[in-house]
Nanobody
Framework: VQLQASGGGLVQAGESLRLSCAAS?????????SGWYRQAPGKQRELVAR???????DYADSVKGRFTISRNIAKNTVDLQMNSLKPDDTAVYYC?????????WGQGTLVTVSS
């Protein structure tokens, strides 16, 4: 199982980015829990958004109303639409899925938001 995260970059505050996590060796169907985490410099990795069985979603309070997580079954991806970005959103973003009895992580994609 491999996860490939993409879509990071440098944007100004208020702009948007869309991250995508492509899976190989497994499918990111609705019966799997998948999510996006982030780690800012000097801080611990934290959950940003998660999509569970039945496409129920869960968000960190700091991103509610701005970020949206979704599955694309046809492309076998889990995407994170990030709007109204803030400098505090600057971090390396990692995708994650739980399958085959364990967690798998993507390599991370850097999001930098300038003020």
């Amino acid at each position: 199982v491999q996860l490939q995260a993409s879509g990071g970059g440098l944007v100004q505050a208020g702009e948007s980015l869309r991250l995508s996590c492509a899976a190989s060796g497994t499918t990111l169907r609705g019966n799997k829990v998948s999510g996006w985490y982030r780690q800012a410099p000097g801080k611990q990795r934290e959950l940003v958004a998660r999509i569970t069985a039945g496409s129920m979603t869960d968000y960190a309070d700091s991103v509610k109303g701005r970020f949206t997580i979704s599955r694309n079954i046809a492309k076998n991806t889990v995407d994170l639409q990030m709007n109204s970005l803030k400098p505090d959103d600057t971090a390396v973003y990692y995708c994650n899925t739980f399958t085959h009895g364990r967690d798998f992580w993507g390599q991370g994609t850097l999001v930098t938001v300038s003020s």
